[in-house]
């Protein structure tokens, strides 16, 4: 079993950073992709951003140029580098990674960005 532990999610003012990590522990073989989603109230959850096994990234059209998805393949983390919030960035933000052909999910980390 894999568990993914999300931290660093808080209220912040626009134009403001945050950077959320998540943790990955348990049976972890190797990991693929890992990635960042989000879900706002009353709306579908979304993508943010992905980070390949070899580093190769891809962004949701809404945060290209403000956010920056990166890994840590020794620890097992991934992180999300977010500048220039803005009120619409606020929702839980969720770690997903994919192992041997399951995905995985955290708990999810509130952020909230105030106008």
């Known amino acids: ?35 960042w989603y989000r879900q706002a109230p009353g709306k579908q959850r979304e993508l943010v951003a992905t980070i390949g096994s070899g580093g190769s990234t891809n962004y949701g059209d809404s945060v290209k140029g403000r956010f920056t998805i990166s890994r840590d393949n020794a620890k ?4 999300l580098q977010m500048h220039s919030l803005k009120a619409e960035d606020t ?20 952020v909230t960005v105030s106008s």
């Open 1 to 35: 079993q894999v568990q993914l532990v999300e931290s660093g999610g808080g209220l912040v003012q626009a134009g403001g950073s945050l950077r959320l990590s998540c943790a990955a522990s348990g049976s972890i073989f190797s990991i693929d992709a890992m990635a």
């Open 76 to 79: 097992n983390t991934v992180y």
């Open 91 to 110: 929702a839980v933000y969720y770690c997903n990674l994919w192992s041997l052909g399951k995905g995985y999910w955290g708990q999810g980390t509130q």
